[in-house]
């Protein structure tokens, strides 16, 4: 079964910065595609980044120039690189990782960002 532990998460002012990781059991060139996603209380969850198994990546329109994810394959991490956070950034961010055609078979338990203007 796989496992996927984010880590990173906390709280920064607008403007600022952070890292997310998320460490997979499984080495990372096994799945199909691995994918961050966040989601407001009350809302649904969005589909942040997405990298692919043949180097693709896509982003939502709301984090495109700021965000970035990247993979290290060595150590079986999945990154997500925040930078220029806005406060409607504050979301709990949730990594996930997927084969056969998927981005979301497995999940990880989540990593609660903050960001006050």
């Known amino acids: 079964q796989v496992q996927l532990v984010e880590s990173g998460g906390g709280s920064v002012q607008a403007g600022g910065s952070l890292r997310l990781s998320c460490s997979s059991s499984n080495y990372i060139y096994n799945y199909y595609c691995m994918a961050w996603f966040r989601q407001v209380p009350g809302e649904e969850r969005e589909g942040v980044a997405h990298i692919f198994s043949d180097g693709s990546i896509t982003y939502a329109d709301s984090v495109k120039g700021r965000f970035t994810i990247s993979t290290d394959n060595a150590n079986r991490t999945l990154y997500l690189q925040m930078n220029s956070l806005k406060p409607e950034d504050t979301a709990e961010y949730y990594c996930?990782?997927?084969?056969?055609?998927?981005?979301?078979?497995?999940w990880g338990q989540g990593t609660h960002v903050t960001v006050s203007s």
């Open positions: 996930a990782a997927g084969m056969y055609g998927s981005c979301s078979n497995s």
